[in-house]
C-alpha cells in the first residue's frame, strides 16, 4: 500500500488499477472499473504556485507538463495526449536542459497556476435560511450557535438572513432604524422578476427593458443590494439583535397536525435573492432545517399526523406520495443554483426526518455541506458550524466556483463522475455512451469545493485488440490530464493542474502486471460509490448479489487454485484484503437500509461520495483499537473475539466515535479507582482512548457522534452492530469475559468459505 500512499501524496490521486488493463474485453474481466479518487484540492505544503497563464496545448487544449516530450534546439514541445508539435512562446526562450520551467519539472506532476491581476470583484457571501417552527429550547440552542458563528466569519463578507416558517420573511439588515422585514407566501414559488418587483428594487432606478437583471454591473443599483446583503463587520449588530428577537412561528398548530413549513419555498425565494443580487459569486445558502416540509414545493408529507413520513419500504413500493414531486422541485433548484454557482449547504437538526433524501440532490450538485444532527443544541451540529468558519490547523479551506475538466489518452473514455459537481454537457470525443453519475461531458462545474472534496472518475478502456509486437513495447503509458480552474478561499483565481501517466498491459502474461498495479482501498472506495449510485437509480437492483459476484468473478480472475480444489485457494497480498472489505461493505449502512430512514441513508451516502479513500475505507471497515494494562493501543480485528472485560476498546466507524468498557473496567471506574493516588495507571488507561478520540473528532467533518458506554449496557449496540459475529447465540465457541452478537448473519469465516467454494468451480 505504502506506494499508492506515496503517489496520494504527490498528486491526490488513488487509482483502483495503478496498471491499466490495455484492452476493452480485458478491462470488463477485471469487475472493478479503471477508475480514480482525485482530490483536486488537497493542500500540498510543497507545491509550487507558479505566477504566469500555463502554457497550453494549440489542438487539445492540455497543459504543459512533465510528460510533454521537448526539443530545446527547436523551441518545440509534443503533447502526449494529442501528439501535436506547438512552438514555445517567446517568454520560454532561454529554456534548456539545465534551465527548466517548474511545470516540466518531473516531480511537479501537480502544479498550480495563479493568474495575476484576477483577483474576485465581489466577498464571499452567506445567505442564512432559519427554520422557525421549532421549539423555543431549539431557537435558544439555534440562536448561540449563531452568534457565535457570526463572530467568525471574515470582515468583508457579506451576510443575509431569511426565517420561515408558514411564510418566509426576507430581513432588510440594511434598515438600521427598526426590524423590516418582507414577507412571502410559503404555499408557491417565487420568481425572480416577482421577487425585484415585491420588494422594491426599482423604486429609485427604474427596471432596465431588455435583458437579464444580474448584480450590481447588470440593472441593480449596489445600495439596493446593500439592503439584503451586508458586510459582516457593519451589520452584526443588526443581526444578533435580529436573531435575539427571533420566536418561534407565530401560527397556532392543531394537536393532530404539523407545524405548517415551507423549506422549499424559503430556499426558492435564497437562490432567486442571490441570484440577482450576486450572481457567479462564491455565495452559500446554510439552510438551518428542524422538522419535515409540510407546505408548498418541496413539501415531503401532508399535516395530519396520522400519516407517517416515507419510509425506504414506501419508497420501493412507490406509495410515496410526495417524493417524486419534491424531488423534481430540489432538481431544479439544483439546476439553478448550478446556473448562478451558488451552493447550498444544510444543517438538518430534528428527531424525525427533515427531508435530506429529497434536498440531497441540490446539496451534492452544487458541492454542499451536509450535516444532521438529533438537534441544534448538540456537539454535531454546534462544533460542525464552528469548524466551517474556524480559520486554524483544520480548517476546510472552503473555496468556490470550481470548474473540473479532464483530458486523457485516446484509447480512454470517460464514463462521468460520482461525487459533488454537476454535468457542464460539454460533449466530446472522450465521452463515453456508458454514463455513470454526472456523465457524457468532460467539464464538470463545482459551484462549492474543500480541501478534502473527492471527485470518483470513471473510466472506459475503448480500445479494441493490440497486435503482438506492441504488447511488449516500454511506451504503453496512458495519459491523464485533471484541471480544475477554481476561485481560492483568498479570493484569487488559481489553476489546478494534475498529470498522470500509468503503463497499461494486454495479453496472456498481464496478470502479475495487474495484480502488482491493485489498490485494493481504492477499488472498495469506488465500489462503495458505485454500489450507492445503482440502489438509487436501479429499480429492482439487488446490491448483495451485485457485490458478490463481482467477488467472485475477481477471485476467481486473480486467485491462485486447483479447480475444484477450495482448499488451495489463496489470494495474493494485493487482494488478500478486498474480501473483507467487500464484506463489512454488504453490512454497512450504504446498503443495509433496515433500521435506517431514507433521510439516514442519503446522507450516509452524500458523505461517502464526497470524501477521500482513507476515510471511505474506515466508513466501510471502522478501525478498532484495544487499550489494556498488558499492552499498549494496539489495532484489533473488528471481531466479537476483541471484546474482554478488562480491555477498553476504541472504534471509529466515521460518522460515530465510540469508547466501549470492558465489564471489570467499568466496574473498576463505577468504585472510582481512578480518582485514588495509587491507581494512577488505571486514570491513564482511562484517558488515554479520550485523547485519541480527541484527535479524530478534531479533524474530521462533519464532526463525528462521540458515544461512551460500558459492556451490556444499552448504548454497546453502536460496537456490536459493527463487529464480525464470530461467536453468535448458537455458537458454542464462547470465552468467559467476551460477548456474543444476538444475529443470524453469516461470519466472515463462513461468508470466506463461500467465496473460496465458488471462485474455484
Same mark, same amino acid.
Given at each position: ?64 507538463? !512533465? ?11 509534443? @503533447? ?241 406520495? $410526495? ?84 483530458? @486523457? ?11 459533488? @459537481? ?70 484569487e483565481m488559481r489553476l489546478r493542474v494534475t498529470t498522470l501517466s500509468r503503463r497499461w498491459v494486454a ?35 439487488? !446490491? ?184 453468535? $447465540? ?32
Amino acid at each position: 500500500m505504502a506506494e499508492f500512499l506515496e503517489l496520494e501524496a504527490q498528486d491526490g490521486v488513488r487509482m483502483s488499477w495503478n496498471v491499466v488493463p490495455g484492452t476493452k474485453q480485458e478491462a470488463s474481466k477485471c469487475v472493478v472499473p479503471v477508475s480514480a479518487i482525485y482530490t483536486p484540492i488537497k493542500s500540498f505544503p510543497n507545491m509550487p504556485v507558479l505566477p504566469y497563464v500555463p502554457l497550453r496545448c494549440r489542438n487539445c487544449r492540455s497543459v504543459l507538463n !512533465p510528460f510533454s516530450i521537448v526539443d530545446f534546439a527547436a523551441k518545440i514541445w509534443i @503533447c502526449p495526449f494529442c501528439f501535436h508539435r506547438s512552438h514555445f512562446p517567446p517568454q520560454y526562450a532561454s529554456i534548456s536542459d539545465e534551465n527548466l520551467p517548474a511545470e516540466l519539472f518531473p516531480q511537479y506532476t501537480t502544479i498550480e497556476y495563479q493568474s495575476p491581476g484576477e483577483a474576485a470583484s465581489v466577498p464571499p457571501v452567506f445567505m442564512f435560511v432559519l427554520d422557525t417552527c421549532i421549539i423555543e429550547e431549539e431557537i435558544g440552542f439555534l440562536k448561540s450557535a449563531l452568534s457565535q458563528a457570526i463572530g467568525l466569519l471574515p470582515d468583508n463578507s457579506l451576510v443575509g438572513l431569511i426565517t420561515f416558517g408558514t411564510l418566509v420573511h426576507v430581513h432588510e439588515l440594511g434598515f438600521g432604524q427598526i426590524p423590516k422585514t418582507y414577507v412571502f407566501k410559503g404555499s408557491k414559488e417565487v420568481t425572480k422578476d416577482q421577487l425585484l418587483e415585491q420588494m422594491s428594487f426599482f423604486v429609485k432606478n427604474p427596471k432596465p427593458p431588455a435583458g437579464v437583471i444580474a448584480g450590481a454591473r447588470d440593472g441593480l443599483s449596489s445600495e439596493s443590494i446593500a439592503r439584503f446583503l451586508l458586510p459582516a463587520s457593519e451589520c452584526e449588530f443588526a443581526l444578533n439583535s435580529v436573531l435575539e428577537e427571533l420566536q418561534k412561528d407565530p401560527w397556532s398548530v392543531p394537536a393532530d397536525q404539523r407545524a405548517a413549513r415551507c423549506t422549499g419555498a424559503a430556499l426558492s425565494v435564497a437562490a432567486a435573492l442571490l441570484g440577482a443580487c450576486v450572481p457567479g459569486s462564491g455565495a452559500r445558502i446554510m439552510a438551518f432545517v428542524g422538522g419535515p416540509s409540510t407546505e408548498g414545493p418541496g413539501a415531503i408529507v401532508s399535516k395530519n399526523l396520522s400519516e407517517p413520513i416515507r419510509s425506504h419500504k414506501d419508497l420501493d413500493k412507490d406509495s410515496a406520495p $410526495y417524493y417524486h414531486k419534491a424531488v423534481k422541485f430540489y432538481e431544479g433548484l439544483a439546476k439553478q443554483l448550478v446556473h448562478q454557482g451558488h451552493v447550498l449547504d444544510l444543517f438538518a437538526c430534528a428527531l424525525d426526518q427533515v427531508g435530506v433524501a429529497e434536498l440531497k440532490v441540490a446539496v451534492e450538485r452544487t458541492g454542499g455541506l451536509g450535516v444532521l444532527a438529533e438537534s441544534f443544541g448538540h456537539s454535531v451540529f454546534k462544533d460542525s458550524l464552528r469548524r466551517v468558519f474556524q480559520s486554524s490547523d483544520y480548517d476546510l479551506g472552503l473555496s468556490s466556483n470550481g470548474i473540473f475538466e479532464i483530458n @486523457c489518452s485516446k484509447d480512454i473514455k470517460v464514463q462521468g463522475i460520482l461525487g459533488p @459537481c454537476a454535468s457542464l454537457e460539454k460533449q466530446g470525443p472522450l465521452c463515453s455512451d456508458t454514463i455513470i453519475g454526472q456523465g457524457n461531458t468532460t467539464a464538470w462545474k463545482m459551484c462549492g469545493l474543500d480541501k478534502a472534496t473527492s471527485l470518483c472518475l470513471v473510466f472506459e478502456i475503448v480500445k479494441k485488440d493490440i497486435p503482438d509486437a506492441a504488447v511488449q513495447s516500454p511506451s504503453n503509458q496512458f495519459y491523464f490530464q485533471f484541471l480544475t480552474y477554481y476561485q481560492h478561499s483568498s479570493g484569487e483565481m488559481r489553476l489546478r493542474v494534475t498529470t498522470l501517466s500509468r503503463r497499461w498491459v494486454a495479453g496472456p502474461g498481464s496478470i502479475q502486471d495487474l495484480i502488482s498495479g491493485f489498490d485494493q482501498e481504492a477499488a472498495a472506495a469506488v465500489m462503495a460509490r458505485l454500489v450507492s449510485f445503482k440502489m438509487e437509480i436501479e429499480a429492482e437492483f439487488d !446490491p448483495i448479489r451485485w457485490l458478490d459476484k463481482a467477488l467472485i468473478h475477481i477471485c476467481s480472475k486473480f486467485g491462485d487454485y486447483q479447480k475444484e480444489s477450495p482448499s488451495s485457494f489463496s489470494l495474493s497480498p494485493r487482494f488478500s484484503i478486498y474480501p473483507q472489505f467487500i464484506f463489512h461493505l454488504r453490512r454497512s449502512q450504504f446498503i443495509q437500509v433496515f433500521n435506517n430512514s431514507p433521510d439516514e441513508t442519503a446522507y450516509f451516502r452524500m458523505i461517502l461520495n464526497r470524501e477521500n479513500v482513507a476515510n471511505s475505507v474506515v466508513m466501510i471497515q471502522p478501525s478498532l483499537i484495544s487499550y489494556s494494562f498488558h499492552s499498549g493501543p494496539e489495532p484489533a480485528l473488528l471481531d466479537v473475539a476483541a471484546i474482554a472485560a478488562d480491555r477498553i476498546l476504541l472504534l471509529d466507524s466515521y460518522f460515530t466515535v465510540v469508547i466501549f468498557h470492558g465489564s471489570t473496567i467499568a466496574q473498576w471506574r463505577k468504585a472510582g479507582y481512578h480518582n485514588q493516588p495509587e491507581h494512577q495507571a488505571f486514570a491513564q488507561l482511562l484517558q488515554a482512548p479520550h485523547d485519541d478520540a480527541e484527535a479524530i473528532i478534531k479533524e474530521r467533518f462533519p464532526v463525528p457522534r462521540l458515544v461512551i458506554c460500558d459492556q451490556h449496557g444499552s448504548q454497546a449496540r453502536f460496537l456490536l452492530a459493527r463487529l464480525n459475529p464470530s461467536a453468535t $447465540y448458537n455458537s458454542d465457541s464462547h470465552h468467559p469475559g467476551g460477548d456474543i452478537i444476538f444475529t443470524d448473519d453469516v461470519s466472515f469465516e463462513v461468508f470466506l468459505d463461500h467465496l473460496q467454494r465458488l471462485a474455484v468451480q
